[in-house]
């Protein structure tokens, strides 16, 4: 199942207020559509709403979240399925406020937070695309069942009035007009933050940390802010560009949900919007880890253990196998005995890689795990089923030791984890549970007290 981050809120009195948006004739003529198309690519809408082997924007991919799987919707025009009865006002509802046509509240796994900052005329222009080029399915997903209380959609209301901002992007007059563009792209359309911005205590974007960093599920999104050690301060706007578009450079290779990103979304924009995208994240206020004492791309050199064990024979518990032993069995043969890569570059040097420079050392057992995929080629094979969790600790500890940051470590309880999805669901409900709980005992006592204290002046008042 995809993860992404999601946010919430458990109680609320009032429905968010939607603004209207003037409605244009259902027909719209061929710049629009395209316009609209192009919008809903930058927008990555089919990676959440296409189930694996289902039609495009037929829904049904189960969302996982902290508080369990939330079904993405069908978004085709179907009439009877689908949204093909929404006006562009229900339309804009729900994609810049998060309310569905029946008034109903949709949960931020659908980053309308991010959707919010769109203009009207890219509204109109997404409307027109899903109405008039999207092919209607008629299937029906299944309904979102979260667990008490996170399955009262009202709470969201809450929610809304605390981190949604409602207006859409206003350009910066200080900054030229490709910076605004790529302002405008990276904090809405592609909603760049939803991931690699940290989450608050009710699980909002953190906007005093923009781009610090985030976990998706397994994977982490990691510091994409212009900062030189944790973020992109050492990359160049050709490289974030080729990055975005191909999904590779000699700093770093994409995988997982970025990787996804690429495929459905990023490697189909124009190249001057991806241009924009890295002029803007190159000035994103730079946060630092302070472990990052060099950049994360800078670490390792070289290292060639090999030798050490030829003509050693390999121990009769696989789970005894050293970090070389397991290197040489599953790596040397395309990282090349050193960690240099492969001698063309087709395979990624384990040299001066993010993978290996970073203390958070998810995305290296991510990798090992389910491998390297790029529609339609696999880069990497995964591990998942060959390697225990004691032979990937003892792999990936190798790995970042000699290759990479030696302050970075890989666990036998880590790969257990992210072997399983990450850490378990549950205790955002225990949470949000005993927070409720503590609430309605808090407002038991508070009602005591006060019709306590009013029978008391009641029979204070008869005594006199």
Request: charged share 15%; hydrophobic share 40%.
């Amino acid at each position: 199942m995809n993860r992404v981050p999601f946010g919430h809120l458990a109680a609320a009195l009032l429905l968010s207020i939607v603004p209207a948006v003037a409605s244009p004739a259902f027909g719209a003529d061929d710049d629009q559509i395209a316009r609209g198309k192009y919008l809903a690519t930058a927008s990555d809408c089919v990676a959440c709403h296409t189930a694996p082997g289902g039609a495009a924007m037929a829904g049904g991919l189960p969302l996982a979240t902290p508080v369990g799987p939330i079904i993405a919707t069908n978004i085709t025009p179907s009439k009877e399925n689908g949204i093909g009865n929404y006006t562009l006002e229900q339309f804009d509802a729900a994609l810049r406020r998060g309310v569905r046509a029946d008034g109903k509240h949709l949960y931020p796994a659908m980053p309308y937070t991010a959707y919010a900052q769109l203009s009207d005329e890219d509204v109109a222009a997404l409307y027109a695309y899903f109405m008039n080029e999207v092919t209607p399915v008629e299937t029906s997903p299944a309904k979102t069942e979260l667990p008490f209380p996170f399955n009262i959609r009202l709470s969201m209301a809450a929610w809304n009035l605390l981190f949604l901002d409602k207006g859409p992007f206003v350009p910066d007059p200080s900054q030229d007009d490709e910076w605004n563009r790529g302002a405008y792209l990276v904090r809405g359309a592609a909603h760049c933050g939803t991931c690699h911005t940290p989450r608050n205590l009710f699980m909002a974007e953190n906007t005093s940390s923009e781009m610090a960093g985030g976990d998706v599920g397994p994977w982490h999104a990691p510091n994409i802010t212009s900062d030189a050690n944790s973020g992109i301060g050492g990359w160049s706007v050709e490289e974030l560009v080729a990055y975005m578009r191909d999904g590779h450079t000699a700093k770093s290779q994409a995988a997982g949900p970025m990787a996804e990103a690429i495929d459905h979304s990023l490697r189909f924009l124009t190249d001057a919007d991806l241009k924009a995208m890295a002029v803007y994240l190159k000035t994103v206020a730079a946060v630092r880890d302070k472990a990052d004492s060099q950049p994360v791309f800078a670490w390792g050199s070289p290292s060639d253990e090999l030798a050490s064990i030829r003509g050693v024979g390999l121990p009769e518990d696989p789970e005894a196998m050293t970090g070389p032993q397991l290197y040489d069995a599953y790596c040397a043969t395309c990282h090349q005995a050193q960690g240099q890569g492969s001698f063309m570059g087709g395979l990624p040097s384990l040299v001066h890689n993010t993978a290996l420079g970073r203390e958070n050392t998810n995305n290296l057992v991510m990798v090992i795990l389910d491998g390297l995929r790029r529609q339609p080629e696999v880069l990497m094979p995964g591990f998942a089923r060959e390697l225990s969790d004691t032979q990937i600790a003892t792999l990936g500890s190798y790995l970042v030791q000699h290759f990479g940051n030696p302050a970075a470590q890989v666990t036998q309880s880590q790969v257990a984890a992210l072997r399983n999805g990450g850490s378990a669901t549950s205790d955002l409900v225990t949470l949000a549970r005993t927070a409720l709980a503590v609430g309605v005992v808090a407002a038991i006592v508070l009602l005591g007290l006060i019709i306590l204290a009013l029978r008391r002046r009641k029979t204070k008042s008869i005594t006199v």
